[in-house]
């Protein structure tokens, strides 16, 4: 399958201050992601721009415009996300499928959306005011869950299907995330694999974390899991990914540590 917009991207890992120079020295680096709330489009800092001259595709992350909520995104937010993707020069914006905020009250978490025929309306409609505001396609990301929304009419994955059948929108899939969902909220990883329109996919995501008295956390502070990976391997058998990302957000290992986790993520790939 070919996915446009994001072309092959490779496997990756998520740019963060605190290990800038360990990910341009670390090998087989083919692109990074980097916290669009994180940075200033007009001073970018010198690792990015080092990465950028080198060739690595450098993709802006946004976790704040909250495309789920009822209001329409915050022009300036988009503005800045815009601002990121042309100063990296990148080749796609992604963002995530959330509720982060109403009545300029901040969640401060990525919150699920109901997943009904109402709430897919509004979130279509707010796709494509960012799709019009951005240079760059845009791709959007599944959450970690705690909850489900009792009002839900459709899986995730038929939410995520009429969304990209409705707007074109891409499709970040966050391995990670559908364990977590698989974990906490008993819902298939695989069963959403086998679902989620795997044609429009830009790329994937994969993180560790931690589990507390039976709670999985997805904090990207650890080691993939097993599990995670599996899951990983299954939707390479699905799909050829256009890229694959680790993310890892703190408690920062070595540098050979990060080595042999992007090592660990490419056997996965292998196995499929």
Known sequence: MTVTGSGSLGVGIGWRPEIDLT????????????????????RLPE????????????????????VGG?????????????????????PLVSEHLAFVRSGGMEAGHLLPVPRTRAALSVVADNVRRAQAALPVPLALENVAALFGWPE??????????ELVETTGVLLLIDVANLYTNQVNLGLSAVGALDGLPLSELAYVHVAGGHSHNGVWHDTHTAHVP????????ELC????????????????PSDAALEA???RVRGAMARA
């Open 23 to 42: 990910v341009e020295r670390l090998p087989g680096v083919d692109f990074v992601e980097v916290v669009a709330e994180n940075v200033r489009p007009d």
């Open 47 to 66: 690792s990015l721009r080092v990465l950028r001259a080198r060739g690595t595709p450098v993709i802006p992350h946004g976790v704040g415009l909250g």
């Open 70 to 90: 009822a209001e329409p995104p915050d022009p300036a937010r988009l503005a800045h996300l815009a601002a990121c993707a042309r100063a990296l020069d990148a």
């Open 152 to 161: 839900d009419e459709m899986t995730e994955a038929q939410f995520l299907g």
């Open 226 to 233: 097993a599990d995670v990976l599996d899951i990983l391997s």
């Open 237 to 252: 058998a699905r799909v050829d990914p256009p890229g694959v990302l680790l993310e890892w957000d703190d408690d920062y």
């Open 261 to 263: 986790e992007l090592g």
